[in-house]
């Protein structure tokens, strides 16, 4: 009997430990899964593609991305735009301009969300009319202004992101309150802090100026020694409903692979440059990238 109640015993044991060890794998999958939500959520505040579609705040805009590098650089000024769209539904269209193509009247590359309830967006090329379908979070890389980057495009397959290092580990963070930047109310905060280790010595600065009502990041500006500054601005507003088929795959371009990624310069590494293979620099077209 005594036996039977320690085998008993030792099975129950062996029961409630593999229930704990359950519970606590499932509870380190949702502690997984919500860091990673809330890491999608602080990358993408502000950005015109978020994971949840914002409603019944139709808008389209121009973003002009500017990066002014320290004058004792050597490097040029560098600068990209964009035209927003979003619909009522919160499907969004971001046509982008290649860096050195800012007078350029037709877009080259092109983000769109079709269809909301699917986690899908597409990525356009118009010169050669394929589309790629790419995940949502891959498209918020792909466009121009982040919550803690911003995107210089250089070529359908490459950009320079420029990063904001103080929106990752702010020191000193003080409210600038609110203004009116054409006609939009926003909400200002400056943050203070130092650069990562291995970014390089110095401090960083970064200013946001974020639209509640529209869930948009309007204007932002990040300094810092090593990269120079950074300017980031969403200009002129209009609140009327953009034409539906601005948002769907034209019928005549073809649905290419699957889209695999695309190269991701960092400014504050242009050593790495010269060292990328042949291959890899192909992605950035031809010449070097302004900056590398």
Known sequence: MRTRRAVIARVVASALLIVGSISAFAQSMDDERNALRAHIERHSRGSILVSTPVLDSPFSGDAVTTWRPPSNSGRHEVRATARYYRDRAGRIRVEQTFVGHTRRQRPQRVV???????????????????????????????????????????????NIGLFRPGLHGPLEEESLGERTIDGVRVEGTRVRSMLNAWLGPGDTIDERW???????????????????????????????????????????????????????????????????????????????????
Request: charged share 20%; hydrophobic share 35%; net charge neutral.
């Open 112 to 158: 769109v969300t079709p269809d909301l309830t699917k986690r899908w967006a597409y990525l356009l090329d118009p010169a050669a009319r394929t589309a790629m379908r790419i995940s949502r979070s891959s498209g918020a890389s792909v466009t121009s202004g982040g919550a803690v980057h911003l995107m210089l495009p250089v070529s359908m397959t490459c």
């Open 210 to 292: 974020f639209s509640p009502e529209l869930k948009l990041e309007m204007y932002a500006r990040s300094e810092d020694e090593q990269i120079g500054v950074v300017e980031y601005r969403v200009t002129p507003i209009s609140r009327a409903e953009p034409p539906s088929e601005l948002f769907e795959v034209p019928a005549d371009y073809d649905l290419t692979t699957r889209f695999r990624g695309l190269m991701s310069l960092n400014p504050y590494s242009p050593e790495i440059w010269p060292k990328l293979s042949p291959s890899a620099r192909s992605l950035c077209g031809p010449g070097t990238p302004p900056g590398f």
